[in-house]
């Protein structure tokens, strides 16, 4: 009873100190800025996501990667149920015909497209990005099923299609390493990206919580891979391998292993293991401090050509993705430790990028703003967000 009692009195004394050392912490110098209406800039991003839906139906995530000169289907699919899920999770969508027919063309390219050979559960020589189209396709149909906005004539496709989706990322999981990657150069020797698997396994802890058969060995992996990714110094690897960087400390770790060099993922990692039960409250505020403190380093990247360039080889792709995940995280946090303070944080730090059409773009592409004004607009509204589900 004493060792249980001390070990609590730690815990709170350290989220004590985490909390005062957050609110000292170096934030982007955004005060003078308004912070967003966030219904009104959620206004302003679904209608222009409505602009930017392509003919066929699809959302296209574009990026430096391509097949035979086109973007691949997996960026189709994912960049696609991305902007799905942001349409039919601002409030109004079922009053409003001109999303719900958005969501239904797209709806019907994605059923379709998961149909096609590059969406199977194999791999592609040492670098390819079907997974995203995965787990995103995956998050899409759990969230119409919460929301009753399934179209009643695709009910038995799309409940299929979930436990194909379910079936293929558990078998497209890498053996031993745990979890997922796109790329996967050391063949059967790859280890799991924690920008990855981190999304994937909150689509799998979701399926699960709906009732879905998930295999308790690939989620296992799947974590332990993760938390392999911590470093003594507080930065986390940008790969998880069989060896555990855990006791490395800074003089041990290349720069994309520091702390500056982890901010676009550190927070979805911690908020991924808050909701396994393997993550505790300092290590989350940690997370959320450092997004705050190192974000320069994701804004100088931000709408910059090429992805992994020194010194902390932050790609342009972990900008917006890393807010998105900030936002998951802050509302995982007490409601007596600041978390309304943290969300008009990164408010600001939104309104200070937004572009003048009102959405939002990390890259350098024009179809890419689809995709960046989805995830922004989502983690704006992330407190009025259904609750992702604990493993």
């Keep these: 009873m004493r060792h249980a009692l001390c070990a609590f009195i730690f815990l709170c004394t350290a989220v004590t100190l985490v909390a005062q050392r957050d609110r000292n912490a170096r934030v982007p110098r955004k005060d003078e800025l308004p912070v967003l209406d966030v219904a009104e800039a959620a206004r302003i991003g679904c209608e222009r996501l409505l602009q930017l839906q392509e003919e066929q139906g699809t959302w296209?995530?574009?990026?430096?990667?391509?097949?035979?000169?086109?973007?691949?289907?997996?960026?189709?699919?994912?960049?696609?149920?991305?902007?799905?899920?942001?349409?039919?999770?601002?409030?109004?969508?079922?009053?409003?015909?001109?999303?719900?027919?958005?969501?239904?063309?797209?709806?019907?390219?994605?059923?379709?497209?998961?149909?096609?050979?590059?969406?199977?559960?194999?791999?592609?020589?040492?670098?390819?990005v079907r997974g995203w189209g995965h787990t995103y396709a995956l998050l899409l149909f759990l969230a119409m099923?919460?929301?009753?906005?399934?179209?009643?004539?695709?009910?038995?496709?799309?409940?299929?299609?979930?436990?194909?989706?379910?079936?293929?990322?558990?078998?497209?999981?890498i053996p031993r390493t745990g979890g997922w990657n796109y790329s996967r150069r050391g063949g059967s020797l790859s280890s799991g990206a924690p920008f990855?698997?981190?999304?994937?396994?909150?689509?799998?802890?979701?399926?699960?919580?709906?009732?879905?058969?998930?295999s308790g060995t690939v989620v296992e992996e799947a974590l332990a891979g993760l938390e392999r990714t911590r470093t003594a110094s507080g930065g986390y690897a940008y790969s998880s391998p069989e060896e555990s960087y855990n006791d490395k400390t800074e003089?041990?770790?290349?720069?994309?292993?520091?702390?500056p060099g982890s901010?676009?993922?550190?927070?979805?990692?911690?908020?991924?293991?808050?909701?396994?039960?393997?993550?505790?409250?300092?290590?989350?505020?940690?997370?959320?401090?450092?997004?705050?403190?190192?974000?320069?380093?994701?804004?100088?990247?931000?709408?910059?050509?090429?992805t992994h360039i020194p010194p902390y080889g932050v790609a342009p792709y972990f900008f917006i993705y890393a807010h998105y995940y900030a936002a998951q995280a802050i509302e995982m946090l007490p409601?007596?430790?600041?978390?309304d303070e943290y969300r008009v944080r990164l408010n600001r730090i939104l309104a200070s990028v937004?572009?003048?059409?009102?959405?939002?773009?990390?890259?350098?592409?024009?179809?890419?703003?689809?995709?960046?004004?989805a995830m922004a607009i989502m983690a704006l509204q992330m407190k009025d967000l259904p609750a992702i589900p604990r493993w």
């Excluded at 990855?196 to 919580?209: D, R």
């Excluded at 003089?251 to 702390?259: A, N, Q």
């Design 335 to 339: 409601d007596e430790l600041g978390r």
């Design 263 to 306: 901010v676009g993922r550190m927070v979805a990692v911690e908020g991924t293991l808050m909701l396994a039960g393997r993550g505790n409250l300092p290590r989350l505020y940690a997370a959320i401090d450092a997004f705050f403190t190192h974000w320069d380093e994701l804004e100088v990247r931000r709408q910059q050509p090429r």
């Design 145 to 173: 099923d919460d929301h009753g906005v399934v179209p009643e004539d695709l009910k038995e496709e799309v409940a299929a299609s979930t436990t194909w989706l379910i079936e293929t990322l558990e078998d497209s999981a």
């Design 60 to 128: 296209t995530y574009e990026g430096v990667y391509s097949v035979r000169g086109q973007a691949p289907i997996g960026y189709e699919v994912g960049g696609s149920a991305i902007c799905c899920l942001a349409l039919i999770q601002t409030p109004g969508y079922q009053e409003d015909q001109r999303r719900q027919q958005a969501v239904a063309r797209s709806l019907a390219f994605i059923l379709e497209a998961l149909q096609h050979p590059l969406m199977d559960a194999s791999f592609d020589q040492g670098y390819d």
């Design 354 to 373: 937004q572009e003048e059409s009102g959405g939002w773009n990390d890259r350098v592409f024009e179809r890419s703003e689809n995709y960046g004004t």
């Design 251 to 259: 003089s041990e770790l290349t720069m994309m292993h520091r702390r």
């Design 196 to 214: 990855m698997t981190a999304p994937t396994l909150q689509a799998l802890f979701h399926a699960g919580a709906k009732g879905y058969d998930i």
